[in-house]
């Protein structure tokens, strides 16, 4: 028995029972996973039903994402391999709800929630679907999907994958697991060269591990030229302040950084401020509509405003999804969320409308708000102290704060073209059609 027969074994006898009490008992509390778990219901009469709209003659991709940011990586591939060849059928596989539910069909054929990575439903996925190539985005690996997909001889491909300076797949004891299965991938474009160094101690192979960039920075560049030539949202009626913005905020967040913005707005008249939470909750909208009023500053929410045109407030609760990119467009300085719990979220959005960043100590989970640290185009806060601080400094120093968010939109710019890699290792693999000479 190989390593890879006795990993597949063991998985199958106890992570996999395992997974499925898991998600089946965490359903029953947990409101993700409840959606999750619905989604999933009738699911191979609805495979079916997807199989059974493909053309005979069409060319089958999966791609599959975790959950809304892995989608962004996604979508520019997609919509270049679609305006190659429309004969190409994309379905787009997720795991999480939250990802689900945000996908644009308008790019693609079908999409469906990946099954729970059984010995079975791997092997019955990929020999109802018979795909061209199966290509996940960022990470993501199930292993009984891994084993179904080279039994079926179909390539596999981890594109713009990540791992993190902080990550435990590349040491000691995962990166013995990691070896095993990663293995079988055929081949990983990984972010950046650094992100390619780490990989090599877990997928020792130079010949099928590149750099390739983020196909998210190719998607974001996409979405901010759409946006800049639509008019701004109106979020203040006295239009001239210094607009900062708290993005995808948690109250991990919250605890450091509003203390601090109450205190600054009572120094700095001009300052204008849009908190935009990650989770919109009655509970968290009330407490932080309460820290504010409590220290006499005007708060109000976008629900009641933006039919008025705008507000008096100085503050503005973002209590709607989906505008968060529209917002970043008004602002000039953004703090981003989820940097003092699991990891911080998408510091390329303000970056590409040239705006500096901060963010909190946990960030190593992502390449380019370390990149951008580095270039001193963003900044880390440990407390509330050093927020008060920088947000200081940068009111005060109106060319200062620009140098910095035309850096932040440099790096962007600089880090453009990834998706045409992905395309040109798809076209030398024979796996889509080679671009029209002009």
């Keep these: 028995m190989n390593m890879w027969t006795l990993f597949l074994f063991l998985y199958n006898l106890i992570c996999v029972p395992l997974l499925y009490i898991v998600f089946y008992t965490g359903s029953l509390f947990n409101e993700k996973m409840k959606r999750g778990r619905k989604g999933r219901a009738r699911y191979w009469e609805n495979a079916k039903e997807i199989a059974a709209r493909i053309p005979q003659d069409a060319s089958v991709f999966l791609f599959h994402s975790s959950s809304v940011g892995e989608w962004e990586q996604a979508v520019p591939v997609i919509e270049k391999m679609k305006e190659r060849d429309n004969s190409i059928f994309v379905i787009v596989t997720f795991f999480s709800p939250s990802g689900y539910h945000v996908v644009n069909n308008q790019i693609i054929d079908a999409k469906m929630y990946l099954p729970l990575d059984s010995f079975c439903n791997a092997k019955r996925f990929f020999t109802l679907f018979k795909p061209k190539a199966w290509i996940i985005c960022k990470y993501d690996i199930w292993p009984n999907m891994l084993r179904a997909a080279k039994r079926n001889k179909i390539p596999v491909l981890l594109t713009s994958a990540e791992l993190a300076e902080d990550s435990k797949r590349y040491t000691f004891p995962m990166n013995v697991v990691n070896k095993i299965y990663y293995k079988k991938i055929d081949y990983i474009l990984a972010i950046s060269e650094d992100t390619r160094q780490r990989f090599l101690k877990i997928f020792p192979f130079q010949d099928r591990l590149f750099t390739a960039g983020d196909s998210r920075f190719d998607r974001i560049y996409q979405k901010v030229q759409r946006i800049l030539p639509e008019p701004p949202i109106r979020i203040f009626k006295m239009d001239d302040g210094f ?19 109450v205190n600054l707005m009572k120094k700095h008249q001009k300052l204008q401020l849009i908190v935009v939470p990650h989770e919109i ?31 008096f407030a100085k503050v503005a609760i973002i209590d709607t999804v989906g505008i968060l990119s529209k917002l970043y467009k008004i602002t000039k300085l953004a703090y981003v969320g989820g940097s003092f719990g699991s990891g911080v979220h998408n510091v390329m959005e303000p970056a590409a409308f040239a705006q500096p960043i901060i963010f909190g100590p946990k960030h190593l989970n992502s390449f380019e708000a370390c990149q951008l640290e580095y270039l001193m185009a963003a900044h880390t806060i440990h407390n509330q102290n050093e927020f008060e601080i920088i947000v200081e400094h940068m009111l005060n120093n109106e060319e200062l704060r620009a140098a910095k968010g035309q850096d932040a939109l440099k790096f962007l710019t600089d ?21 029209d000479p002009e």
């Design 243 to 261: 607009k900062l913005i708290l993005g995808s905020s948690w109250p991990t967040d919250e605890k450091h950084v509003l203390p601090a913005c």
């Design 281 to 311: 909750s009655e509970a968290h909208i009330q407490s932080i509509e309460e820290l504010f009023t409590a220290q006499g500053i005007d708060v109000e929410r976008y629900s009641i405003f933006s039919k008025q045109e705008g507000t």
């Design 415 to 435: 880090h453009l073209g990834s998706t045409d890699k992905t395309i040109s290792l798809l076209e030398i693999l024979k796996l889509i059609k080679p671009s």
